[in-house]
């Protein structure tokens, strides 16, 4: 069964413009995983954050956790059109990674 | 170093029949973890491996799969009597050890059962 929803399902932009997805997950995390999709393939992995990290940058992203709310944020700022993809968080829980159903992110040239 | 490797990348089978998808992980990774990925949704996560034995098999759906991973390296997984419900990508991921690191995913294999 799926860990949590990412909200937006789709989401559609201009290049330049900021894209914000979100994450909601449901029981006990060790850590919570961004992942970027091409076409219905391999994983790319982004950005991993641990349970008692409020927040965390790599280059254009931006990751913030709330354990409170069990929820994550992805932040990708001056978004490309080769940005233009799945992306999908997971929460590690004993091991083992449950993930959402995902956002598409689609930018525009 | 080299990523994770899959083989086959595609493999379309006759209902009924037997299949074996292989991973290579990252030299050095001592877990191994295979998920399933149905069209539109969220890998859903099957079995883990650290090292030799399978630390956590429950997402296995049911005793017409299996997988194994008998030096603690490549893994394959095998499904017996395959049903077209069994059509997915199966991704491979591995990590240095379970817990808390990075998990990095092969490119997948495309099952299709006809």
């Known amino acids: 069964s799926q860990q949590g929803e990412e909200d937006p399902q789709a989401l559609s932009i201009q290049e330049g413009e900021n894209a914000t997805m979100n994450c909601s997950y449901k029981t006990s995390i060790n850590n919570l995983q961004w992942y970027r999709q091409n076409s219905g393939r391999g994983l790319v992995h982004l950005i991993l954050?641990?349970?008692?990290?409020r927040e965390k940058h790599s280059g254009r992203l931006r990751v913030t956790l709330d354990t409170s709310k069990k929820s994550s944020s992805l932040l990708i700022t001056a978004s490309r059109a080769a940005d233009t993809a799945s992306y999908f968080c997971g929460g590690t829980s004993y091991g083992k990674l449950t993930f959402g159903q995902g956002t598409i992110l689609t930018v525009h040239p | 170093g080299a990523g994770v490797s899959q083989t086959p990348s595609n493999k379309v089978t006759e209902k009924g029949k037997y299949v074996e998808l292989r991973c290579d992980p990252i030299s050095g990774h001592t877990a191994l973890y295979w998920y399933r990925q149905s069209l539109g949704q969220g890998p859903e996560f099957l079995i883990y491996?650290?090292?030799?034995?399978?630390?956590?098999d429950s997402g296995l759906p049911n005793d017409r799969f299996f997988a194994v991973r008998p030096e603690g390296s490549v893994s394959t997984l095998k499904i017996q009597r395959t049903e077209r419900g069994d059509s997915a990508v199966y991704l491979c991921?591995?990590?240095?050890?379970?817990?808390?690191?990075?998990?990095?995913f092969g490119p997948g294999t495309r099952l299709t059962v006809t």
């Open positions: 954050i641990r349970s008692n990290e």
């Open positions: 491996f650290q090292g030799t034995g399978a630390a956590d």
């Open positions: 991921a591995s990590s240095l050890r379970a817990g808390g690191n990075e998990q990095y």
